[in-house]
């Protein structure tokens, strides 16, 4: 009797347990639905925005991932010259409108006082749905910043994001 109650406790975890890892999913799909996603690998490292935004600005899709970590405020933000499905190059030399900004954090600066943001100077935005003020897509850059330190972004992604 006693070995078919600790038979039936371990059971009941185990069902507790699926539920609520199900829950989470679930509730994270929810809101991947309404708000969207934004991820990518910086340096080799995972980084998911918290509430991903994007908006219409003079023509331009401009689309900002924010994620708090501490203190810190780090943000990656892409721009498109063109509210379209396509391939957007990043290409500072060129001279193109299509720019992706990295800052590990908005608030600091470096020891000299230089900004610590980092702007792309080659990669790529691809657009791949655009639908209902809504964009989906990858994207990924090679960035600097005014003390030339590199960093490499990849593996981009940003799903459903809304704009207006």
Do not use: H
């Not at 991820?39 to 994620?67: C, H, M, Y």
């Not at 100077?121 to 791949?128: D, K, L």
């Not at 897509?137 to 704009?163: H, M, P, R, W």
Request: hydrophobic share 35%; with cysteine; proline share 1%.
């Amino acid at each position: 009797m006693k070995k078919l109650k600790s038979v039936s406790l371990i059971i009941g975890m185990i069902i507790t347990f699926v539920i609520a890892f199900s829950c989470k999913k679930k509730a994270d799909e929810v809101k991947e639905q309404i708000i969207g996603s934004m991820k990518a690998t910086i340096s080799s490292t995972s980084w998911q925005a918290q509430e991903p935004i994007g908006k219409v600005q003079n023509g331009f899709l401009v689309i900002t991932g924010l994620r708090l970590v501490g203190n810190a405020k780090q943000s990656i933000i892409l721009t498109t010259n063109a509210i379209t499905v396509g391939t957007y190059n990043i290409n500072l030399l060129n001279g193109t409108t299509n720019t992706a900004i990295y800052s590990p954090n908005s608030d600091s600066t470096t020891t000299n006082g230089l900004k610590y943001t980092y702007t792309a100077y080659s990669g790529s935005i691809n657009v791949t749905t655009i639908s209902n003020n809504r964009a989906s897509g990858t994207f990924e850059f090679k960035c600097s910043n005014l003390a030339s330190d590199t960093i490499q972004v990849s593996a981009g992604e940003f799903k459903n994001i809304y704009y207006l």
